[in-house]
């Protein structure tokens, strides 16, 4: 070696550029058998692929592995580098040759990974029953672990909370309930009661420190448990028979005109929040010992968003509208599915197809203790049928930028209402 350095330093110009030029045919060289050797791995690779298929990933671990002690003998670490990638790479090269039942195996594989990416079909979400059964029996345990067990019976009356969208008849409920007999064996007395619990159920579910009063939600959660507790109480102390079960709202029962708790509930800043939670509504019946149930109140999305927007402007335009609905509906539809056990009725008395069930009348006439033929008269009484949208209305909500979305509200309100009407006769 100390010869050749002599050499090449003291030889002439001619003498080191032979030198130089001997060097780089030695690399070229040992980078000709580097490549024989990466070939030959790869050609053995692929044949036993076809005889013992094994995972892509098995395939790359056991490739790293023999590449790095293959080329660990001739050293570099550039070249491992260089080696690894190139053994990952032979996995995607389309030309390989693979053996006809790997590829099957992949086909299906892929195709399984395409149907579980695909978006769901609404209308198709709850058809088979083993799924639906299985779905509920694990609602059912985790929900009644929750808040009780729905078979649990307390003393009193049973306080009903109505779900639905703003625009959905929360004002007819309303104006049902005052004369309601059921509402009526309470005597005003209880519209204070109602009241305050109103405010609580505000504070601490819908709109947490929206007053100073309301600054604390969980001693406001505490305040409303008592009210309820009290309410039962004093219905417990003035009726006249015991055994009675009456079926009370508690948030549609004719005390207050406005403020009714719909999904959103009042015109205020991040209405997407406005709403009640339901979980604490029923842990508050738990800790109140009291009977609680919600039913479900709906209406034609054309109509809602007509009359919110176009008619009484809650909404800045019909887009938001729109929008804010069907994130309300995705809400609504949780917790129908989690508390499906308390589902106690779905009425759509002022939407156009849900109005002409006959069994939802007798339904509502039976929980708050009209005979139908008096609550029929009522109802025609108080329902004002609204008069249809006109062709020119109904294109405008239903086309350009707004038919994604307003397809998307229509689809979701299809499927909370028959979801709500199949756990009903679950139940």
């Known amino acids: 070696m100390s010869g050749s350095i002599r050499v090449a330093s003291g030889g002439t110009a001619k003498q080191r550029w032979v030198i130089l030029l001997i060097g780089l045919v030695v690399l070229g060289v040992d980078n000709w058998r580097l490549r024989i050797r990466t070939r030959r791995f790869n050609d053995r690779t692929v044949e036993e692929s076809d005889r013992n298929p094994i995972s892509a990933s098995e395939r790359t671990a056991a490739a790293s592995t023999t590449i790095a002690r293959t080329v660990g003998k001739s050293g570099g670490e550039m070249s ?28 299906q594989q892929d195709t399984t990974s395409q149907q579980n990416l695909a978006l769901p079909q609404l209308e198709g979400l709850y058809s088979t029953k083993n799924s639906r059964a299985a779905e509920q029996n694990q609602t059912d345990t985790a929900t009644s672990r929750m808040v009780g067990s729905p078979t649990s019976q307390h003393a ?22 005052k004369r309601s007999p059921s509402q009526k064996s309470l005597g005003m007395r209880s519209c204070a009661g109602f009241k305050g619990l109103h ?60 403020g009714l708790l719909s ?10 929040l406005q709403y009640v939670n339901l979980h604490s509504f029923y842990r508050m019946c738990q800790e109140a010992e009291v009977n609680c149930r919600h039913a479900f109140i709906y ?23 729109v929008r804010l609905y069907t994130l309300m509906y995705q809400v609504i539809h949780s917790q129908l599915v989690m508390f499906r056990q308390y589902n106690l009725g779905c009425f759509g008395f002022v939407d156009p197809v849900g109005a002409q069930k006959d069994e939802d009348r007798r339904r509502f006439a039976s929980l708050f203790g009209w005979d139908l033929s008096n609550f029929t008269s009522l109802i025609n009484e108080k329902v004002i049928t609204p008069s249809f949208l006109t062709h020119e209305q109904i294109e405008e909500l239903e086309s350009g930028k707004l038919y994604e979305h307003m397809k998307t509200f229509k689809d ?11 756990t009903l006769d679950a139940l």
Request: proline share 7%.
């Open 80 to 107: 491992v580098r260089t080696q690894v990638v190139r053994a990952q790479s032979i996995q995607q090269k389309p030309g390989l040759r693979r053996s006809k039942e790997p590829e099957v195996i992949t086909n």
């Open 199 to 258: 405010e609580d159920i505000l504070g601490s579910m819908v709109r947490p420190r929206h007053k100073p009063e309301h600054a604390d939600p969980s001693a406001v959660f505490v305040n409303a448990t008592n009210k309820l507790r009290h309410i039962r109480d004093t219905f417990s102390k003035h009726k006249d028979d015991p055994n009675e079960q009456l079926f009370i709202s508690i948030n549609c029962n004719g005390c207050h005109k406005a």
């Open 156 to 177: 009193g009356p049973t306080f009903v909370f109505f779900i639905g969208l703003e625009g959905s008849g929360h004002h007819l409920i309303n104006a049902l309930m």
């Open 299 to 321: 209406r034609d999305p054309l109509q809602i968003v007509r009359s919110t927007t176009m008619k009484r402007h809650f909404n800045p335009n019909k887009l938001e509208a």
């Open 263 to 272: 999904y959103p509930d009042f015109l205020r800043p991040q209405r997407e």
């Open 412 to 422: 979701i309100h299809k499927q909370v209402v028959d979801y709500c009407y199949e």
